[in-house]
């Protein structure tokens, strides 16, 4: 098969799962956690039931096919990597991780799947979805970007990568995702704080990137 067309197939297939993962995380974290918070005690018993559970399947699932197709995208990429990409790519990779290694294990606890302290795991579940729904907006912007914003540099893995903009954005990409580990919600307890908290972070982190 043709090398492009290959490529394309990929990028058409990460954008796919992507779709399917960032719709399920914002269904968790703007619908689904509403009504948890509304429903009857038999309606939020079925639901952790029932529909969280496979809601959940195909988020992890989403979420590690969203993986696996963009690591074979920057190999496609090349020489074509520039640090709007590199940027979207850890913000992704800390975003896939927090479903794996933390969202999942901790939301078997809280709808009971497991035993355990579930309350407290619902709380570092909920962190951790929070911190991917923060990350979502700048991740989208940077691979948008990387093609569509005329004053990119393109060049490969180089010194261009270790300017002081670009060590900045991701000082601040790592201590989000530490808070995601060992912190608290903080502004992004509500859904109209984290939406507003996302944007904010995209226009800070990019603003630093194309500034500094």
Do not use: C
Request: charge should be neutral; charged fraction near 10%.
């Amino acid at each position: 098969m043709d090398s492009e067309i290959l490529s394309f197939i990929v990028r058409w297939a990460h954008v796919l799962f992507g779709i399917t993962w960032i719709g399920l995380l914002y269904y968790f974290n703007f619908i689904q956690g509403g009504y948890f918070k509304a429903a009857s005690p038999e309606g939020l018993s079925d639901a952790k039931a029932k529909l969280a559970p496979e809601a959940l399947w195909w988020f992890r699932w989403a979420a590690m096919f969203t993986f696996i197709t963009g690591i074979l995208l920057l190999g496609y990429l090349g020489k074509a990597l520039n640090d709007y990409i590199i940027l979207s790519a850890l913000m992704g990779t800390l975003m896939f991780l927090n479903v794996w290694l933390i969202i999942w294990p901790n939301q078997k606890v809280a709808l009971g799947m497991v035993e355990g302290d579930g309350p407290t795991a619902g709380a570092k579940a909920l962190l951790a979805s929070r911190t991917n729904t923060l990350f979502s907006a700048p991740m989208v912007f940077g691979m948008l970007g990387s093609q569509h914003i005329g004053a990119l540099k393109t060049s490969s893995m180089s010194a261009d990568f270790l300017s002081t903009g670009f060590l900045v954005a991701v000082a601040i990409i790592v201590l989000l995702e530490l808070n995601a580990i060992f912190g608290k919600t903080g502004p992004m307890t509500t859904v109209k704080g984290v939406i507003h908290a996302s944007l904010a972070l995209t226009a800070v982190i990019f603003g630093v990137l194309y500034y500094v």
